[in-house]
């Protein structure tokens, strides 16, 4: 019976890539990799209080395949050219598995009373057709760890100005951003959400490739609730994304639609002086559509799992830390048209991992991380890098 399940099952998506749905909707590691890779709660948090009192420069890379780099490269600057005057700049640029982001912004602030600055905000571009322009309210408290920033850009503004590829859009598209930290004692909550309309392009002369049109969305949403007292700290962190994108080319369609929530649950709690707990629960739901060489496909997926790990300071600048992370996937991949196609199994995933952390200075962090999946045997992946403020 096992067999014979194993078999409908792999007939089953052996079909559906017919309609070649990416690799990475079904990959069952993702939501670790996602959790493994990222920042710790307690160096995250060091870099929300200063989003708007202090410069800062992360990087963190990570392997996902042989082939495949995880990448969150981040900087950002607070300049002060006068009591009145200031300049916040954010620079991005993530590749990770779903989506490339690379962004450029500037806010130009005024101050118009204690806490309360207004300004000019935008993305300035080399090519001016992909400039963004708005403007931005910011309100922060006396030493800036706590703040409130409101944005409403036009993306792209100059799109329709002058545009050599002949690409037109039809209405603006408008993004709307917002940050925002508070924290009284030991409580601490972060937001950040970035949320735009569609953009919708069409080219009235078709290129040789023959690309008609194309239409792109990403909004994103990261929040954390964070309680901390000593060395006992838990939280929860969540993180809410939607990514739209297509092309019609020769009168065919090719399209990806889709959101995803992933939330996360942790705590650390000593055990000894120098030994502490760190336990993580992990939640992964996403809903994507897509269409690709004229078959439309549907994917369902929730992941549901844990890690538990232990967190060794053995000197004042060092911590070693050790564990196992393990995920269920329950995923439905449907294929109009191909009953053969229409189907639903459970994968599983888990990697074993170890990571140092070194502080050589305050607010001065590097960490490297080497991981093993236990079950397959397989690559497990690394990841390495650094978090400055200054």
Known sequence: MRAAATLLVATAFASAARAAPPDELFDPLKSIEYDLYDFTPEDQAIWEASRYSAHAVRLDLGSVTLKELFAVQEAQAN?????WLGFHLDVQDDGTREAEVARFAADVLFRVAKGVEIGVSGTP????????????????????????????LDDAAFFNLQNPSG???????????T???????????????DLATPSDVRYAQAPPQGLQATSEQRSDVDAHLRWAEGRR???IRFTARRLDS?????????????????ARAYVLVPVLPRLQFRGVALAWREEARGRDAGAPYQLSRWDLGGRAGAVWAFEEQWRLEGGYARVHSAQSLAVSGDALASGSHDRWGDKAYASLRWQ????????????????TGTFGGFNGGFEVIF
Do not use: C, M
């Not at 050589?360 to 490297?368: G, K, N, S, Y």
């Open 79 to 83: 300049l002060r050219a006068t009591p």
């Open 125 to 152: 571009d080399v090519v001016k057709q992909d400039s963004a322009l708005g403007g931005a309210i910011l309100l922060t408290s006396p030493d800036r760890s706590r703040y409130a920033v409101v944005r409403l």
């Open 167 to 177: 690409a037109h859009r039809d209405s603006a598209v408008l993004r709307a951003q």
């Open 179 to 193: 940050e925002a930290r508070w924290d009284s004692g030991p409580w601490s909550v972060w937001l950040r959400a």
């Open 233 to 235: 700290a838990a939280g």
């Open 246 to 262: 297509s092309r019609v080319a020769q009168g065919q369609e090719n399209a990806l639609r889709r959101g995803f929530g992933y």
């Open 360 to 375: 050589p200075r305050d607010r001065v962090i590097l960490h490297f991380l080497l991981s093993h999946q236990v079950t």
